[in-house]
């Protein structure tokens, strides 16, 4: 069983900083991409930023130029620094991965709990 547990969250005042991060156990094989979805009070569930296991990154344009992902694959731990932060990040942030477990003969989509990140005007 895979299991993805993330930490970082919290509140913090518009223009601060945040870090995320979200570490990946269990008998995994390989882990694909992992990546950040978050969703806002009565708002969908939206993609945030995605990184591939060499390291290519994809962002959605609003948070361009304020956070970045990044991964330490011998971790198997991906982390979101945000900076810059606004009212508008306030949502609950997700990890996501694709991964090749053990007990599974295919890829399998993980999603972990979700940590609140609440930005104060």
């Known amino acids: 069983q895979v299991q993805l547990v993330e930490s970082g969250g919290g509140l913090v005042q518009a223009g601060g900083s945040l870090r995320l991060s979200c570490a990946a156990s269990?008998?995994?094989?390989?882990?694909?991409?992992m990546g950040w979805y978050r969703q806002a009070p009565g708002k969908q569930r939206e993609l945030v930023a995605t990184?591939?296991?060499?390291?290519?990154?994809i962002y959605t344009n609003s948070v361009k130029g304020r956070f970045t992902i990044s991964r330490d694959n011998a971790k198997n731990t991906v982390y979101l620094q945000m900076n810059s932060l606004e009212p508008e990040d306030t949502a609950v942030y997700s990890c996501?991965?694709?991964?090749?477990?053990?007990?599974?003969?295919?890829?399998?989509?993980?999603w972990g709990q979700g940590t609140l990140v609440t930005v104060s005007s």
């Open positions: 990184i591939t296991s060499g390291g290519a990154t």
């Open positions: 269990g008998s995994i094989i390989k882990i694909n991409s």
């Open positions: 996501n991965a694709n991964v090749l477990p053990y007990a599974s003969p295919r890829n399998l989509e993980v």
